[in-house]
């Protein structure tokens, strides 16, 4: 799940925000540079498993949505960290 390299970078930019922290959908979209469709691929599939969470806020044009990484993906990300230095400091 995290091995795709869109899904890597979504989860490494919210794991660097404080706990609890958020980052607008459109500010996420900047900072990665993905098209809209292309990131809400990839939080979907991250949200299905429960490694990040959106939530909407506001109605019609002035609405927005929050993205937010999850206690459950920020241990996700650890345990692939610590998966890929274990296989670097074998080679």
């Given at each position: 799940?995290?091995h795709a390299?869109?899904?890597?970078?979504?989860?490494?930019?919210?794991?660097?925000?404080?706990?609890?922290?958020?980052?607008?959908?459109?500010?996420?979209?900047?900072?990665?540079?993905?098209?809209?469709?292309?990131?809400?691929?990839?939080?979907?599939?991250?949200?299905d498993a429960?490694?990040?969470?959106?939530?909407?806020?506001?109605?019609?044009?002035?609405?927005g949505t929050?993205?937010?990484?999850?206690?459950?993906?920020?241990?996700?990300?650890?345990?692939?960290?610590?998966?890929?230095?274990?296989?670097?400091?074998?080679?």
């Open positions: 799940m995290i390299p869109v899904r890597l970078r979504i989860l490494v930019t919210l794991a660097a925000l404080r706990d609890g922290d958020d980052l607008s959908f459109p500010r996420l979209q900047r900072m990665l540079e993905l098209t809209s469709g292309n990131l809400i691929t990839h939080l979907r599939k991250l949200e429960g490694y990040v969470s959106s939530e909407k806020e506001g109605a019609g044009p002035s609405s929050s993205v937010t990484l999850t206690p459950v993906g920020r241990k996700a990300l650890d345990d692939y960290t610590l998966t890929l230095r274990g296989i670097l400091d074998g080679i």
